[in-house]
């Protein structure tokens, strides 16, 4: 009963350096999103994915890019990581993209120096 | 835990009293809205859901209620238990010609054993 995994837990990164942040959902959902958490604010959007094959900005796209692997798969890269993306990265899935509950993984602690 | 939630407002509550927390919400165009619970270290957790036809919704030990006059939604939780201790955070979904999810910042609830 795994529901949304995420990899890696914990990451420190260089500025400059590239990575890319994993998730999958075992809940045959078709929607998928990245959010970042950062202290006292609300989750904000990077990326969804609606369905399997399409992607769209959400409210903070800049720096980031997202790939659609297949249903279950849903990744966020970094490609040139900067200190101001330091924060905490949470991918979420839903059944359908509307007017439904929004199903988290545990996160991905990431840090920049 | 991580720093997530730092300068939230804060509720404290002795263990078995009644919690309420509070939510402002946003748009008057809002037609469906989420309270999620996060323990700290852990991705948000869906408690409850109500969509803006309906003015309350009851589950096990919660109750959402919506007033739309004053766009005001809050989330009682009857019979508060240690394990209830974590951030609350309500979210609105917006129709603008598309789809939108807007979360808030959230409330620390401490349970006083």
């Known amino acids: 009963n795994a529901g949304v995994t995420q990899t890696p837990k914990f990451q420190v990164l260089k500025t400059g350096q590239s990575m890319t942040l994993q998730c999958a959902q075992d809940?045959?959902?078709?929607?998928m999103y990245w959010y970042r958490q950062d202290p006292g604010m609300g989750l904000r959007l990077i990326y969804y994915?609606?369905?399997?094959?399409?992607?769209d900005k959400g409210e903070v796209p800049n720096g980031y890019n997202v790939s659609r692997l297949n249903k279950r798969e849903f990744s966020l890269r970094l490609e040139s990581a900067a200190p101001s993306q330091t924060s905490v990265y949470f991918c979420?899935?839903?059944?359908?993209?509307?007017?439904?509950?929004?199903?988290f993984g545990d996160g991905t602690r990431l840090s920049i120096l | 835990g991580e720093s997530v939630g730092l300068h939230l407002p804060t509720l404290s509550v002795q263990e078995g009293d009644n919690s309420i927390i509070n939510c402002a919400y946003s748009?008057?165009?809002?037609?469906?809205f989420i309270w999620y619970k996060q323990e700290s270290g852990k991705g948000p957790q869906f408690i409850i859901d109500?969509?803006?036809?309906?003015d309350k919704r009851q589950g096990q030990r919660v109750t959402v209620l919506l007033n739309k006059t004053v766009k005001h939604l809050s989330l009682q939780i009857a019979a508060t238990q240690p394990g209830d201790s974590a951030v609350y955070f309500c979210a609105e979904n917006i129709r603008t010609g598309g789809f939108k999810t807007i979360f808030g910042a959230g409330t620390r609830l401490f349970v006083k054993a």
């Open positions: 994915s609606a369905s399997e094959g399409t992607t």
């Open positions: 979420a899935s839903s059944e359908v993209f509307s007017n439904q509950p929004q199903h």
């Open positions: 809940m045959n959902h078709n929607s």
């Open positions: 109500i969509r803006s036809n309906m």
């Open positions: 748009n008057s165009a809002s037609d469906y």
